[in-house]
């Protein structure tokens, strides 16, 4: 019995996870895209709290976990490693993987590039 329990749990996590997508694009900071300015002005910054992620010019929203992660990855990122003083680059590329529920992505990992 305790085999097929453990069998179950293996099997239930690895469909999780073969559920989970991968989004490639633009890290923008959501909070300025409420306020309704184009995408191109909204680069994320170190005091970012809310991210989104464009894709082929669709926006979607990080989940409350994906905000945190993504602001981890973009204070932890390379090119700040030399210089943490260094501002950021004009464009934020990002790669998010996660799954979407509606416009929000519920976040599994976030790589800054």
């Given at each position: 019995m305790r085999r097929l329990v453990t069998f179950a749990a293996t099997v239930a996590f690895f469909a999780t996870l073969a559920l989970a997508e991968t989004w490639n694009?633009?890290?923008?900071?959501?909070?300025?895209m409420d306020q309704q300015k184009a995408a191109a002005t909204c680069n994320p910054s170190s005091t970012t709290t809310a991210f989104a992620i464009q894709v082929e010019g669709k926006m979607f929203r990080l989940d409350?976990?994906?905000n945190a992660k993504a602001?981890?990855?973009?204070?932890?990122?390379?090119?700040?490693?030399?210089?943490p003083n260094a501002p950021a680059p004009a464009d934020v590329s990002a790669k998010i993987t996660g799954t979407k529920?509606?416009?929000?992505?519920?976040v599994d990992t976030v790589e800054v590039k």
């Open positions: 694009g633009k890290l923008i900071d959501a909070s300025c409350q976990a994906g602001a981890d990855a973009l204070k932890n990122r390379a090119d700040r490693s030399a210089d529920d509606g416009e929000t992505i519920k």
